[in-house]
């Protein structure tokens, strides 16, 4: 049997081994982590906009919402009922709690008293007033009565003044006529007589002029007391009321502490329990029942690299966990002006130690349009939202 020639070209030595290329052996494994490193560094260093500039935001840190308003005592006494039961629909102005309210209304009717008699007392300041006004139109009358009597006095004192005046000369005339034996005793003595008549009646004029004066002066005085009186009781018209508007403050006062008597409701809404029983004794700021309104909204805690572009009037999609494939539709109202850490009762101060950067959250607040499930939505349901951006 011949052999198969071998081909010299296509034969391999024995001693040659086949050598790798060093790019091959390492080359691949730098590109591959240069390409992860660049990879990982465009994630993190856009991330934030990548976040922020989607079309729907989304957030599980979000509740249902509405006011909650506990009701207390402005005024201390005895519960008499309690007219709601625990979790009970109530309307606007219920009667929610009664107080005893006898000593109160007591206080009322004292303080009315009160007012009644300071008017009582303005009206008669003001009748003294009139009386006084009556006494100076007195005085004034005799002032000129005084006035009168003065003139009448002085025309009589000058009337009388010429007789005496006259008799006089007659008597010096007739005097001067005795000593020439011209004419006799008698008509001296007569002369005599009527000088000294007239004289006494001159007198008797200035006594009642001297009179008549005084009690114009008298009368003068008495209508300054008078007009000072009447000044007084001026003055004291102001203080009265002055007066009457405190006891009418005070009135008002004991007013409203008697409808404190009365805890009413402040809105529509459902009460929770009851915390006061009747026969309880109450002070000052117990409280007595809670409210919460019939007004619904949600409230999304938003990351802050999420708020990019959510704004005012945005469309809002709510997945409410209670009720599963349900969706409520609602719009972006208001946007908190601070991040929630910033209205908490010990806000954060970064710069007292060691920095950790933490990403804050928002609180966004979405209005829930008309629906039939607002009725049964309780404030702390937990909500999935989902926000529409528009660019």
Do not use: C
């Amino acid at each position: 049997m011949a052999s198969t020639p071998i081909t010299p070209a296509l034969a391999t030595p024995a001693h040659i081994t086949h050598k790798s290329s060093p790019w091959l052996k390492f080359g691949t494994p730098i590109v591959v982590i240069l390409l992860a490193l660049t990879i990982v560094y465009t994630i993190m260093h856009n991330w934030n906009s990548w976040e922020g500039g989607a079309t729907e935001q989304v957030t599980n840190d979000a509740f249902v919402r509405g006011d909650l308003t506990p009701l207390s005592t402005k005024v201390s006494g005895l519960v008499r009922n309690v007219n709601v039961g625990d979790y009970q629909t109530i309307h606007k102005g219920a009667l929610l709690v009664q107080l005893e309210d006898e000593d109160y209304r007591a206080q009322v009717a004292q303080a009315e008293a009160a007012v009644e008699a300071a008017k009582a007392a303005l009206e008669n300041n003001h009748r003294q007033r009139e009386l006084q006004e009556s006494r100076i139109q007195r005085a004034l009358a005799g002032i000129d009565q005084g006035n009168a009597q003065i003139a009448a006095a002085q025309a009589g004192k000058e009337a009388v003044q010429a007789d005496v005046t006259r008799t006089r000369a007659e008597r010096i005339r007739q005097e001067a006529l005795l000593k020439t034996n011209s004419t006799t005793q008698q008509k001296l003595e007569i002369a005599i007589a009527d000088e000294q008549r007239f004289a006494a009646q001159a007198a008797s004029r200035d006594a009642d002029l001297a009179q008549a004066r005084t009690l114009l002066r008298s009368n003068e005085l008495g209508v300054e007391a008078e007009r000072r009186t009447k000044t007084v009781l001026e003055s004291q018209e102001l203080q009265l009321l002055a007066d009457i508007h405190a006891k009418q403050a005070g009135l008002e006062v004991a007013q409203v502490n008697l409808n404190y008597t009365r805890i009413l409701a402040p809105a529509d809404g459902t009460v929770g329990e009851r915390q006061v029983r009747s026969g309880q004794l109450v002070s000052p700021g117990t409280q007595v029942i809670s409210i919460i309104e019939n007004a619904r909204w949600v409230q999304a805690n938003y990351r802050e690299t999420q708020l990019t572009n959510i704004k005012v009037g945005d469309p809002a999609e709510i997945r409410i966990d209670v009720y599963p494939g349900r969706i409520l539709q609602g719009i972006v109202t208001e946007i908190a002006p601070a991040s929630g850490s910033q209205f908490a009762l010990l806000p954060p101060d970064n710069a007292t130690g060691n920095f950790t950067k933490v990403v804050q959250r928002i609180p966004v607040k979405i209005a829930l349009k008309g629906t039939e499930l607002l009725p049964n939505l309780r404030p702390g349901l937990s909500t999935v939202v989902t926000i529409y951006t528009r660019k």
